[in-house]
């Protein structure tokens, strides 16, 4: 049972260049969610899927899409790439159950944009 | 929009000390609260959670207190141990959130030996 997992841990891209954020969690949770953490910051939501087949915008959607794949998969995608999108982007899961909201966090991709 | 505080930044203690975080919220009608222990390099892991109907929690070494009157949560750690050391952050649930969280921006908490 490996949780949430993301790939890849580390990544530095241009200015202008898209990429990828992959998620994965096998806990069969309905929801997901797309975070991003700046130096001495809190979580900020990008996204989240509440189930699979839907998503909504969180805080700081600008510049990010997302794609709920299928039950397990969450991704993140970056079109163009601008420095202020260098951040730690973390993905969690979880499902309401006996009263607990509680969220999984994968281990975080860290991304640098030059 | 609704947003989680924390009154302290940083916060040092002693090995062996009790340690209290605080954590100020500003949404009276938020109904779940929980506490994240974020070590360095990792992702944010669950300590404890608390329902809007409940003043105080436990568990193991730790306790989570809510006060409603005033808006706020603390996380309190017994005789804390250098893997203590890490930045903590408190998240509510409100009203309008389903299942959202918003997070607080953290306090970093330092174990001294």
């Known amino acids: 049972n490996a949780g949430v997992t993301q790939t890849p841990k580390f990544q530095v891209l241009k200015t202008g260049q898209s990429m990828t954020l992959q998620c994965a969690q096998d806990?069969?949770?309905?929801?997901m969610y797309w975070y991003r953490q700046d130096p001495g910051m809190g979580l900020r939501l990008i996204y989240y899927?509440?189930?699979?087949?839907?998503?909504d915008k969180g805080e700081v959607p600008n510049g990010y899409n997302v794609s709920r794949l299928n039950k397990r998969e969450f991704s993140l995608r970056l079109e163009s790439a601008a420095p202020s999108q260098t951040s730690v982007y973390f993905c969690?899961?979880?499902?309401?159950?006996?009263?607990?909201?509680?969220?999984?966090f994968g281990p975080g991709t860290r991304l640098t944009v030059t | 929009g609704e947003s989680v505080g924390l009154h302290l930044p940083t916060l040092s203690v002693q090995e062996g000390d009790n340690s209290i975080i605080n954590c100020a919220y500003s949404?009276?009608?938020?109904?779940?609260f929980i506490w994240y222990k974020q070590e360095s390099g990792k992702g944010p892991q669950f300590i404890i959670d608390?329902?809007?109907?409940?003043d105080k929690r436990q568990g193991q070494r730790v306790t989570v207190l809510l006060n409603k009157t005033v808006k706020h949560l603390s996380l309190q750690i017994a005789a804390t141990q250098p893997g203590d050391s890490a930045v903590y952050f408190c998240?509510?649930?409100?009203?309008?959130?389903?299942?959202?969280?918003?997070f607080g921006q953290g306090t970093r908490l330092t174990i001294n030996p």
């Open positions: 969690a899961s979880s499902e309401w159950q006996g009263g607990s909201y509680e969220q999984y």
């Open positions: 806990m069969n949770h309905n929801s």
């Open positions: 899927s509440a189930s699979e087949g839907t998503t």
């Open positions: 949404n009276s009608a938020s109904d779940y």
């Open positions: 608390i329902r809007s109907n409940m």
């Open positions: 998240a509510e649930r409100t009203p309008q959130g389903a299942q959202k969280l918003v």
